[in-house]
């Protein structure tokens, strides 16, 4: 089985580039779930299932894409059943699938509406079409043929609409829609609460528009931690100054005093303190942290700097 990636979705301003002209367009769309691309290969001719994610396959030495591979393989027969249900999908019509989705759960992306669910600590969303090759060897995508509100072990369909829209208005209209669809009962997926909406047309293919609220979310900077300022005694104890001063002399018979070489005076400062000065060096790091190294280096740049007068 080979990697095929998910078609890449442009957001609408590419898209109108792209495609120049087009005001209204008939279209099917589906909310944008905020989560990370898996994907589940089923071989139905051989009896083999692989996993990829947006951009390589997954294998057991190549990751695990936020534990996809992993527990998508215990779910697998339930998969089937879904796409037996749904899709029309079964080893009597179909050689080759591959069942593109949102994986989507605690630890995966910070923000999702799927974050606090309990039943299952990640869920696998099937987009509406899947790739599907058939008994001849023809490729396809398949839209599933019924729509489904619920989770089969964790498993369910983005459902999709249809609708004529005008790309004019698109953006105000996706702020104020409200899709909504119960699955399981235990939660409500709203589209305030995820990312935007992805558009489908046959002849133009797809885009997105991201809701406003979503960006601004996403520009939020993490609060930085308030880090310890450490002396420059206590810096200097473990550092020592002969130890930059060797090494700035063995740089200069190098000729090594550009800009260029200061990441190996560095990394030479470095390796030197935690051969030759580990006590001190660890003690430092157990009260500081990981600022200890970041002000060492800092330190040796502004020696290196007004020695070499860069």
């Known amino acids: 089985m080979e990697f095929k990636k998910f078609p ?8 109108r580039k792209e495609n120049k002209g087009i005001t209204e367009l008939d279209v099917y769309f589906s909310e944008k779930l905020h989560g990370t691309n898996g994907c ?26 936020a534990g996809f591979r992993t527990e998508m393989s215990t779910r697998i027969d339930a998969l089937k059943v879904v796409l037996t249900s749904f899709y029309g999908v079964f080893s009597g019509n179909t050689k080759q699938v591959y069942v593109y989705g949102e994986w989507c759960g605690k630890k995966i992306q910070k923000g999702s509406i799927f974050d606090d669910i309990e039943t299952y600590d990640k869920l696998f969303f099937i987009f509406p079409r899947i790739l599907v090759q058939d008994l001849e ?5 398949k839209k599933y043929e019924v729509r489904n509100n619920r989770l089969l072990q964790g498993i369910g369909v983005i459902p999709e609409f249809e609708a004529r829209v005008n790309l004019d208005f698109i953006e105000e209209k996706v702020e104020q829609t409200k899709v909504s669809y119960v699955a399981q009962d235990f939660f409500e997926v709203i589209s305030e609460k995820t990312e935007g909406q992805v558009f489908y047309n046959p002849e133009y293919g797809y885009f997105k528009v991201v809701r406003e609220d979503f960006k601004q979310h996403k520009k939020v900077p993490k609060p930085k931690k308030e880090v310890t300022p450490i002396p420059e005694n206590e810096l200097l104890e473990v550092i020592e100054e002969w130890r930059l001063r060797q090494f700035l002399d063995e740089f200069k018979l190098q000729d090594k005093t550009d800009y260029k070489d200061i990441s190996e005076y560095i990394k030479t400062i470095h390796q030197d303190i935690q051969k030759e000065n580990k006590d001190k060096y660890e003690a430092l790091k157990e009260k500081y942290g990981k600022a200890v190294d970041k002000s060492i280096s800092r330190y040796a740049v502004s020696v290196f700097k007004r020695e070499f007068k860069l």
Not at 8 to 15: A, W, Y
Not at 137 to 141: E, I, Q, S
């Open 40 to 65: 589940v290969i089923i071989d139905y001719e051989n009896n083999e299932v692989e996993f990829q994610s947006r951009n390589r396959m997954l294998t057991e030495n190549s990751g695990d894409n």
């Open 137 to 141: 060897g023809n490729w396809y995508w």
């Open 8 to 15: 890449s979705i442009p957001n609408l301003r590419n898209f």
